[in-house]
């Protein structure tokens, strides 16, 4: 078995054409979607093949790059932002129909339009090239509004992030502009307040981090120690200080 590496959380192995991961109490929810996406059609998610003699589950592996930070050139570049707009669009549309009551990681919210990703990122986009072709770890999916995975994926994509965080690139009117050519990709027609719906997405990763280090998960205790949660925090305000109304 091959160790995949840029995992924050889990240890993901290759074998073959599969992966393995772990499994937690919302993993047969996702199970779940991952069969209805596929069966409407969306080729972008991995199928689900079982559990290992491990109790992992058994995952397709999709060939292709996955960038983690500092993010490739492919990954900041106009074709994969345009094109992971369309494949979150696309998921979204192959959410809907699919029974979304069960014991999901991330509370569930209202109105719940579909299921949403959770972690729509470049470390979770499969690129051919520049182009986004598949989405990766699912642990994360759970019932909300299109805007909420829109939001984190604008400030993972465009980046919406303070100058002085390293993983981030742009000025402001770069950030924006591409924050709308995400948006323009993707369709959102309601762009009403979407600074502080990204600010909010934020602090709702905030809150949950803490929550978990609480909890007594180790991982995101060592992120915390990082100072993860300060970057997020300094990011949330430079997003409510420089697009506050520059977004919508």
């Given at each position: 078995?091959?160790?995949l ?5 889990n ?18 929810l ?19 093949h079982?559990?290992?003699?491990e ?15 500092p ?50 990122a ?10 986004a ?7 994360t ?12 994926a604008?400030y ?16 402001v ?18 762009r009403s307040?979407?600074?502080e719906?990204?600010?909010?997405r934020l602090?709702?990763?905030?809150e ?12 995101f ?17 430079y997003?409510?200080?420089?697009f506050t109304?520059?977004?919508?």
């Amino acid at each position: 078995m091959e160790l995949l590496t840029g995992g924050g959380i889990n240890e993901v192995y290759r074998t073959g054409d599969t992966v393995r991961r772990p499994t937690g109490a919302w993993s047969p929810l996702v199970h779940g979607l991952l069969r209805h996406v596929r069966a409407k059609g969306f080729t972008g998610a991995p199928d689900f093949h079982g559990i290992d003699e491990e109790g992992r589950e058994v995952l397709t592996f999709f060939p292709g790059d996955v960038s983690n930070y500092p993010l490739s050139p492919a990954a900041r570049s106009e074709e994969a932002l345009v094109s992971a707009a369309r494949l979150l669009r696309s998921y979204h549309d192959a959410t809907v129909g699919f029974g979304r009551s069960g014991d999901w990681m991330l509370p569930a919210r209202e109105p719940a339009e579909v299921v949403c990703h959770g972690d729509f990122a470049p470390y979770n986009c499969v690129l051919d090239g520049d182009t986004a072709v598949a989405m990766i770890d699912f642990d994360t999916a759970h019932p909300a509004p299109r805007r909420w995975d829109v939001a984190y994926a604008l400030y993972r994509w465009a980046p919406l992030t303070h100058p002085d965080n390293g993983d981030g690139f742009g000025t402001v009117e770069q950030q924006a502009a591409r924050a709308a050519r995400f948006c323009d990709a993707y369709g959102l027609e309601d762009r009403s307040n979407l600074a502080e719906a990204v600010a909010d997405r934020l602090t709702a990763l905030v809150e949950f981090m803490h929550a978990q280090a609480d909890a007594g998960n180790a991982a995101f205790a060592s992120h915390i120690a990082d100072g993860h949660d300060r970057l997020y925090l300094r990011d949330i305000e430079y997003i409510r200080t420089s697009f506050t109304g520059l977004l919508g």
